[in-house]
Structures are given as structure tokens and as C-alpha cells.
């Protein structure tokens, strides 16, 4: 059984012999093997980063000839996640015949279009801009990582001496250059000056190491950072404390996590000032030592280092000039005082496009800041969608983690701004910008649906997560809820999905679910009212607290969620949309429900009239009105459905078909109708659309309008 050759403190051995064993003889599922579990450690590389590759003997599909294959991670992958569709495969000795057309570094873009010329494997993923940097190298199995401790000595002002300090000549030093043919070259030309040695260390960029088993470059890999690991570990608070020390004091847990709550619709409203951003919110230890510290003023400004970290986080941060404990009860002036931060900074990043962009450089993108740091509270980001925000706020900690590093051994030295610029604005990065699918209609959108652990409520989730949403499953019921968020987690991930218990008469639950709302992702666009009960009684069966129940839980508990959520909608100044789920029965006078009816008619009014009040702020309020949506759903429960078919002289078995038979089409509604209902109204196409209602009833007469 393979041993590890040396113990591991600072990252995570996790190769296991039993799984590996069974991989025996394929050198590629080795690879993908050795590159998750390298993936799954955060310290070792991070999410979309690093590279990892290995050369395997093939036979010709033409000649029939065994020739060398290099099977590499493509394009846009991310090591953790490898699968063998993500590898692209490429003939080594063609690859490598691609030097004799090099035209230099100021040609080094086009030689990407020619990898493809050199494809092995026709089911290839794009490949990337790191295939040459592994290609010139001789050895099977090769890494290129990304682990903080490593940037951290590669980033800093010593960064050459320290790599010769630490690994005695064993590790070779290239400088800085930008990623392509070129560097390949010179790692060949590093490896042919130091014959024997175990890695590469890249100026500002990261770490190459290799060997020539998977478990033997796997152990290469984990010494190598160990080693620069406990470096960084035994000088951290040597020299001085680290970043400084403390300038500013953290607010409790708690109190961090109201104030980033309130504060963060109105910072998503000003970061998506050009397009609608979805939030992430951190404060962890990491963070709160660097955004607290008194070198914060002298770091932060001077930019991310690795590429990876800054394409991803933009080259500096926002730092917010506010008080931890600041009173946030006046979103207004907020909003004004931040919103002179943002501007200076917009001013600021225009500036460095304006002065380092090059004649075919591509339009200046967003100039609103990615990652905001409050001292005292914790760190922002706003990206196109959860994943990215997420991986964002992800890659800044990287960064933090580097420049701690850095400074303990010696001083931190981000990349030139030209340098950096040309890395955020190259036509091949562009490119790949260019290559992203087409976003969905609902993309950008986070969506509060109440009711929505079944039945129509859950549709509707469902179909907005299926259309690009962000959506917040609440429900009363905490292990139905727990179940929908289990499965909804399973079916689209957990960036988008979060479960919020609420009962909407409960003011205590609706300031909870707002919080958790707008601290998962940073504010909310789309309100669905879909909560609620039924009651089916003659008008004089029915009780006072029959009333007061339906009452409150349709008509306030619609007006209390609308309050709320509207509060955020107007903090954003994003505009927005409410959906309130009501029902034919505001229409139709039907037998036995007159206090249901009388709900429903009321919720039906409040709607109008807020459309009538709101639209002032571009929040449409509209109305979808179902009738006899059977499918698992809860109010047929509790007696309802005995009741119904009493009052129309049927057996409950047969009402499904008495419903349907009543319609015009002759058509029994399905949960996905009202999904579909509800989509219609948020998904951009009736954007000038607001008071109205939508019927999906399979037709009833009696329900038209008039």
C-alpha cells in the first residue's frame, strides 16, 4: 500500500489505495482521479484553477502506430469536478512541432486556434491556454496549482531567494509572464538548466510539479505546498502582528449578520447599476482579521496577484468608508453616501481601463466593483449569478490568505497594472466570454415564494430555478420544507436553492426569511404570494376564527409578505415584481365558501390597488387565479375535497373529473399551468403588464372578466 512519505499538517492527504487500485493500468482515469481529490482542498488549488494533465501511449486511429498523448484539463474546467468529457487530448509531438512556426510573443494569441490542429481525441474539450506550459514538459503526470501558500512566495518582493531557501535548488524559478506558448518555453528552458528538480515556482502566478505516477506527482504536489505552508506558518506575528493588527473591532455574529442584511440590497441596487447582480455575504475569521487591520488601507488598493484571482474579483476592492455599528435605518442617506463610494470607484476603474487599453482591446465591461469589504461586519460580492459571486468572495479569501503570506515572509507585490489589464482584457479571455451560453430569462433574479414545499407553490419554484432563478423555498411546515429544499438541492445545486421556514401571520418568521433572504443572496427581485388554506363550510356553519384564520393568513399574510418584500424591491430602486397566487373563487360565487370567497376577492382587490401604488417604482403587482389544482396539494386536506363534493353532489373520487368536465377546454389544470402563469408574468415578456390578472382555470364563464 502506498504511504504517504512524509505527514501532512497544512493540506489534505486523501489519496485512498483501495479506490486507486481499481484504476490500475489507466493512466487517465488516474489523472481524473488524482485531480478531484487535489480539487476538493481549497488550500491546494481554487475553484476553475489550476491545471493537470498526463501522457499516455495510444495507438494511431490512422496509422495504427503508438504515438504520445497528452490528456490535459480543458478550457473552463475546474480540477474538481474533472470528468473525462472536461480533458482535452492532443498528439505531444504534434504540439510540440508547433515551435517551428512560432512567430514570438507578440504572436503567442494565435497559436491557440492551432492546438486544434493537434487534437488526438475528436471528443476533446477546447483546450486551454496552459496545453503548451505541460506539453514542453517530458514527465506523465503534471500539476499546475494554485495554493495560497505557494502564490504567497510568488507574489512576494523576496519571492525568487525564499523558493531557493526553502527547497535548496529543488524547486526552479520562473518570473512573471502572462500564460502561453512563450512560458512553456521557458519552463522547458528552466528544467534543462536545473536537470533533477522536482517543480517550477511561476513569478506571481502559481506552482508546476510533476512526476511520473499519479500517486508520486500527487505526493509532489502535497510536499511542495506542505513545505511552503509551514514556511509561511513559522514567520506569521514573527515580525510584526500579522496585517498589522487589529484597527478595528468585529461586531458580534449576530449583529454582523443583521447589519450585512440591511445593508445589502442597497449595495446589489448600486453594484447593478449596468446589469442585476446576485450577492454573496462572508465573515469569516479570514476575512475579518485582513478587512479589520491596519494594513487593509495599504494592501486592499494595490490589487489581487494571480490571474485567476483578479479575472474573477477584479483588480482592487471596494473598501466601504462606514462605521460596523452604523444606524442603517435611513436607506436613503445610505444609499446616497455609498453611492458616492461606488461612483469614485467606477471613475477609478474607467481611468485604469481608459489609460492601459490597447487599439483592438474589447469595450470596457462593468465598471462596478466585484467584492466590497465593511470593516467590522465582513466581505461582499456581487457577480451574475450565486456560483459566481460565491467563487468570487472565494478567490478574494485566496487573495487574503497570499498577501497574509506575503507580508509575514517578506513584502507583498501585485502585478503591474498593465500586466494585469492585459490579463482582464485579452481577446482569447474575451473570447471564452464570448463562448458562455445565453443566459436564461431569469437569470440575475432571486425569487420568495411562500407556500412552496408542495403543490403550486413548489411548481412555481421549480420552474423559476428551471428558468435561471434564485429562489427562497419557504413553507410552515418544517419537514415538508426540509424535504423540497433535500430535493431541490439534489435536482439544481445548492448555490441557488435556500429553505426558509415562514408562516406569513408569524412577524418574528417573515423578518427571519427576509434576513436569510437577503443575506444568501443579497437582496430579492420576485415575490410570490402563494400561501394559504381553505375552508369549505355553508355560510352558516361557518365560525368567527373560520374568518379570522383565512383572514390572516391570505389577505395579511399577502399584505405583511408584500410590505417586506417591497421595503427591498424600493431599497435596490431595481423595480420588481409581485405575484399573488389567488383563485377563480375571487370571481365566482360558488356554494359553501363564502369565507374562502370573500378572502380570495380581498386579495384579489389589494392587488390592484398596489399595482396602482407601486408602479412608481417599477414593481409590477399581478394576479394568477387557478381553479381546482388537485395535484399534490394540501388543500384538499383537512376536509376541504369531502366538502366540495358534497356541495356539487359527488363522490370525491369523481371531482377531478367534475372539474375538468365544468371547463370549457374539458381539461383538468395542472400544477405546471400556474408555474407557467406565474413565469409568464416575470420572465420579461409582460413587462408592461401590471393590475392584471391571468385565469388558468381550463375555462370558466363564469370567472371572465367583465
Known amino acids: 500500500m502506498n504511504t504517504p512519505i512524509m505527514s501532512f499538517k497544512h493540506v489534505s492527504y486523501l489519496w485512498d489505495e483501495s479506490k486507486a487500485s481499481e484504476l490500475e493500468g489507466n493512466e487517465v482515469a488516474l489523472l481524473l482521479y488524482r485531480s478531484n481529490i487535489l480539487g476538493a482542498d481549497l488550500r491546494i488549488t481554487n475553484y476553475g484553477g489550476g491545471n493537470t494533465s498526463c501522457k499516455t501511449i495510444e495507438l494511431d486511429p490512422l496509422t495504427k502506430e503508438p504515438v504520445e498523448v497528452m490528456w490535459i484539463k480543458g478550457s473552463g474546467g475546474d480540477i474538481g469536478t474533472l470528468t473525462r468529457s472536461g480533458l482535452a487530448g492532443l498528439y505531444v509531438d504534434k504540439l510540440r512541432s508547433l515551435e517551428g512556426i512560432y512567430r514570438g510573443i507578440e504572436f503567442e494569441d494565435e497559436m491557440v486556434e492551432l492546438f486544434n490542429h493537434c487534437i488526438y481525441d475528436l471528443a476533446s474539450k477546447a483546450p486551454s491556454i496552459d496545453t503548451p506550459l505541460h506539453g514542453f514538459l517530458p514527465f506523465k503526470h503534471i500539476d499546475h496549482l494554485h495554493p495560497d501558500a505557494a502564490i504567497a512566495i510568488a507574489a512576494s518582493k523576496d519571492g525568487e531567494q525564499i523558493t531557493q531557501d526553502i527547497w535548496k535548488g529543488a524547486i526552479a524559478w520562473v518570473p512573471w509572464q502572462r500564460p502561453g506558448f512563450d512560458l512553456g518555453l521557458k519552463l522547458r528552458e528552466a528544467l534543462e538548466k536545473n536537470p533533477g528538480i522536482r517543480g517550477i515556482m511561476l513569478g506571481g502566478h502559481?506552482?508546476?510539479?510533476?512526476?511520473?505516477t499519479a500517486y508520486e506527482c500527487y505526493i509532489n504536489s502535497l510536499e511542495v505546498i506542505e513545505a511552503a505552508s509551514a514556511h509561511l506558518a513559522a514567520n506569521y506575528g514573527k515580525k510584526r502582528p500579522v496585517f498589522g493588527g487589529e484597527k478595528v473591532a468585529s461586531l458580534a455574529p449576530?449583529?454582523?449578520?443583521?447589519?450585512?442584511?440591511?445593508?445589502?440590497?442597497?449595495?446589489?441596487?448600486?453594484?447593478?447599476?449596468?446589469?442585476?447582480?446576485?450577492?454573496?455575504?462572508?465573515?469569516?475569521?479570514t476575512v475579518l482579521q485582513f478587512i479589520n487591520s491596519h494594513d487593509l488601507t495599504k494592501l486592499a488598493p494595490m490589487g489581487t496577484s494571480c490571474p485567476d484571482h483578479f479575472l474573477r474579483t477584479k483588480i482592487s476592492p471596494l473598501v466601504l468608508d462606514l462605521a460596523a455599528d452604523a444606524d442603517l435605518s435611513d436607506p436613503q442617506g445610505l444609499k446616497e453616501k455609498i453611492g458616492a463610494a461606488f461612483q469614485?470607484?467606477?471613475?477609478?476603474?474607467?481611468?485604469?481601463?481608459?489609460?492601459?487599453?490597447?487599439?483592438?482591446?474589447p469595450a470596457m465591461r462593468d465598471p462596478n466593483p466585484v467584492i466590497i469589504l465593511w470593516p467590522g461586519v465582513g466581505l461582499f460580492s456581487f457577480a451574475k449569478d450565486k456560483q459566481t459571486s460565491r467563487v468570487a468572495s472565494e478567490f478574494y479569501i485566496n487573495a487574503i490568505n497570499v498577501m497574509r503570506g506575503a507580508e509575514a515572509v517578506s513584502e507583498y507585490v501585485s502585478l503591474p497594472l498593465q500586466e494585469a489589464f492585459d490579463i482582464e482584457y485579452w481577446l482569447l479571455e474575451e473570447a471564452k466570454l464570448q463562448r458562455m451560453p445565453k443566459e436564461k430569462p431569469l437569470s440575475r433574479k432571486i425569487a420568495l415564494i411562500t407556500g412552496s414545499a408542495g403543490g403550486i407553490g413548489k411548481g412555481i419554484a421549480e420552474k423559476f430555478v428551471q428558468e435561471g432563478a434564485c429562489v427562497v423555498l419557504t413553507d410552515i411546515d418544517q419537514g415538508r420544507l426540509n424535504e423540497a429544499v433535500k430535493e431541490f438541492e439534489k435536482k439544481f445545486g445548492k448555490d441557488v436553492i435556500l429553505g426558509v421556514k415562514l408562516d406569513v401571520t408569524d412577524s418574528k418568521s417573515l423578518v427571519e426569511a427576509i434576513q436569510a433572504t437577503c443575506l444568501k443572496f443579497g437582496g430579492l427581485d420576485i415575490v410570490v404570494n402563494n400561501a394559504g388554506i381553505s375552508i369549505s363550510r355553508a355560510f352558516e356553519a361557518h365560525t368567527d376564527?373560520?374568518?379570522?384564520?383565512?383572514?390572516?393568513?391570505?389577505?395579511?399574510?399577502?399584505?405583511?409578505?408584500?410590505?417586506?418584500?417591497?421595503?427591498?424591491?424600493?431599497?435596490?430602486?431595481?423595480?420588481?415584481?409581485?405575484?399573488?397566487?389567488?383563485?377563480?373563487?375571487?370571481?365566482?360565487?360558488?356554494p359553501k365558501n363564502v369565507a374562502y370567497g370573500t378572502a380570495k376577492a380581498a386579495q384579489l382587490h389589494m392587488s390592484r390597488l398596489m399595482a396602482a401604488e407601486l408602479a412608481d417604482d417599477k414593481i409590477r403587482v399581478n394576479v394568477v387565479n387557478p381553479d381546482a389544482v388537485i395535484e399534490n396539494s394540501n388543500i384538499w386536506e383537512g376536509g376541504w375535497a369531502e366538502n366540495r363534493a358534497k356541495a356539487y353532489g359527488i363522490e370525491v373520487k369523481d371531482l377531478p373529473q367534475y372539474y375538468a368536465n365544468r371547463t370549457l377546454l374539458k381539461e383538468s389544470v395542472k400544477v405546471s399551468d400556474i408555474a407557467d402563469a406565474a413565469f409568464a408574468f416575470v420572465s420579461g415578456m409582460l413587462n408592461k403588464s401590471t393590475g392584471n390578472m391571468l385565469n388558468v382555470d381550463g375555462g370558466l364563464a363564469a370567472a371572465f372578466p367583465r
Not at 345 to 360: D, L, W
Not at 552 to 571: N, P, T, W
Open 344 to 361: 469614485s470607484y467606477r471613475e477609478m476603474y474607467a481611468g485604469y481601463y481608459q489609460k492601459h487599453k490597447h487599439p483592438n482591446s
Open 254 to 285: 449576530e449583529k454582523r449578520k443583521s447589519q450585512a442584511a440591511l445593508i445589502a440590497p442597497v449595495l446589489r441596487g448600486l453594484a447593478s447599476s449596468e446589469k442585476r447582480m446576485v450577492g454573496t455575504f462572508n465573515d469569516s475569521d
Open 545 to 590: 376564527e373560520d374568518w379570522a384564520r383565512l383572514n390572516d393568513i391570505l389577505v395579511m399574510g399577502q399584505y405583511h409578505v408584500s410590505k417586506a418584500g417591497v421595503k427591498i424591491l424600493r431599497e435596490q430602486g431595481l423595480g420588481g415584481d409581485l405575484v399573488n397566487v389567488v383563485s377563480k373563487n375571487a370571481l365566482v360565487a360558488g
Open 206 to 212: 502559481g506552482l508546476f510539479t510533476w512526476a511520473d
